[in-house]
């Protein structure tokens, strides 16, 4: 059986305010697939520019933010939504969904090609190979937190999670 590290969620503090590790996922994982996307636009620039890119990197950040708090207030908290609406600004509480993500990046590529007049198909394509890697930061992100395990097993590669119970659980979040 493997050793959940127990990592602390907060990597640092500026003044007083913690900054978290998974917070930090997400930057790691936007700023990776602008790189990515950068390398790609300067072997193959598919008509887009270095600052267009900059611009979707921007529409689908925000996408993924807001989709993914949205997401997980609407499915998985909707009752203190209704009965505390401004609890969706507080982001350190924690609370983000993939599929909300996945949404609000959705509706920001289409928002950005109406704006642009580009196809949602040929930004798709664009930003594909970088997909990968957000969701593979925001896995790290998760590990971190110790959240998202997976089932109970007796295999060697269990783990024993701190909020998970006493038995061992696959760190799907490393899987993933």
């Known amino acids: 059986m493997l050793t959940y590290p127990s990592i602390d969620p907060v990597a640092f503090h500026i003044f007083s305010w913690p900054v978290y590790w998974y917070g930090l ?3 790691v994982g936007f ?8 390398f790609r ?11 267009q890119l900059s611009d ?4 689908t950040a925000l996408g993924a933010i ?9 499915f998985y908290d909707w009752h203190t939504l209704i009965l505390q609406p401004f609890f969706v600004f ?5 609370g983000m969904s993939f599929h909300g993500g996945l949404l609000g990046v959705l509706v920001a590529l289409a928002l950005y090609g109406k704006k642009t007049n580009r196809s949602f198909l040929t930004l798709t394509d664009l930003v594909a190979p970088a997909v ?15 959240e998202l395990w997976g089932r109970v097993t007796t295999s060697p590669v269990g783990m024993i999670f701190p909020h998970a119970g006493p038995v061992p659980r696959y760190p799907s979040q490393l899987f993933e």
């Open 25 to 27: 996922m997400y930057l």
């Open 31 to 38: 700023f990776a697939g602008w790189v990515v996307l950068s």
């Open 41 to 51: 636009l300067r072997f193959s620039p598919r008509g887009f520019s270095q600052d």
């Open 56 to 59: 979707i990197i921007f529409y």
């Open 66 to 74: 807001i989709g993914g708090r949205l997401g997980y207030m609407i």
């Open 90 to 94: 507080q982001t350190w509480k924690g």
């Open 132 to 146: 990968p890697i957000g969701l593979g930061a925001g896995r790290i992100g998760n590990f971190i937190n110790g």
